[in-house]
């Protein structure tokens, strides 16, 4: 049952039109930014922000940002880190 009186197929659509990208790409986005909000503002562990942002470990976090920025978590930290 819908619970929006529109298509999933529609919704993406429309998402794409107003966003330039798609609902998972914006999820990838917003999830991304949070991490690197707690990188930058913290000093807990890998493994913790990954249970906060949802991911499975650390090591599923690292692979994941890895890919989004082309850099490590570590390194982001050190590059980014607020006194």
Same mark, same amino acid.
């Given at each position: 049952?819908?619970?929006? #009186? ?5 919704? $993406?659509?429309? @998402? ?5 990208? +798609?609902? %998972? ?19 807990? #562990? ?5 249970? $906060?942002?949802? @991911? ?5 976090? +690292?692979? %994941? ?19």
């Amino acid at each position: 049952m819908n619970t929006f #009186p529109i298509s999933r197929r529609r919704l $993406e659509q429309r @998402f794409r039109t107003e966003l330039k990208r +798609s609902p %998972a790409e914006e999820i990838r986005r917003v999830r991304m930014a949070h991490v690197g909000r707690l990188l930058q503002d913290s000093d807990k #562990p890998v493994a913790t922000i990954a249970t $906060e942002a949802g @991911f499975a470990s650390g090591a599923s976090l +690292s692979q %994941a940002f890895r890919q989004y920025f082309q850099i490590t978590p570590g390194e982001y930290r050190r590059l980014n880190q607020t006194d």
